[in-house]
């Protein structure tokens, strides 16, 4: 099992970044999607989740209505669309793969990619 995640660069407040999930080696339609994000000095958290078999999301109160997570299912792959980006934004933005659905918690979660940093100047 493989998930890449990439899309992260560098950007203003305000501005706009869209992330990218690629999934390999699992099969897409049984499994959540999380997107996590992990700033310096502080603890790795949720930011979204989705089940791809029925589109169902979650979204963390700091970023519902500015992030749109969303899933292209013949190309296993998750995308995380993040717009009005905020300095604490900033960190490095994880995809996660679990069978337990929108799990909130790092600790269910069986597959994680290599991470994303996003970084957003004021």
């Known amino acids: 099992v493989q998930l890449q995640a990439s899309g992260g660069g560098l950007v203003q407040a305000g501005g706009s970044l869209r992330l990218s999930c690629a999934t390999s080696?699992?099969?897409?339609?049984?499994?959540?999607i999380g997107w996590f994000r992990q700033a310096p000095g502080k603890e790795r958290e949720v930011v979204s989740c989705?089940?791809?078999?029925?589109?169902?999301?979650y979204y963390s109160d700091s970023v519902k209505g500015r992030f749109t997570v969303s899933s292209n299912n013949a190309k296993n792959t998750v995308y995380l669309q993040m717009n009005s980006l905020k300095p604490e934004d900033m960190a490095v933005y994880y995809c996660?793969?679990?069978?337990?659905?929108?799990?909130?918690?790092?600790?269910?979660?069986?597959?994680w990619g290599q991470g994303t940093k996003v970084t957003v100047s004021s």
């Open positions: 080696g699992l099969s897409f339609d049984d499994y959540a």
């Open positions: 996660a793969a679990t069978l337990y659905g929108l799990v909130t918690s790092t600790l269910g979660y069986d597959y």
């Open positions: 989705i089940m791809p078999s029925d589109g169902t999301t």
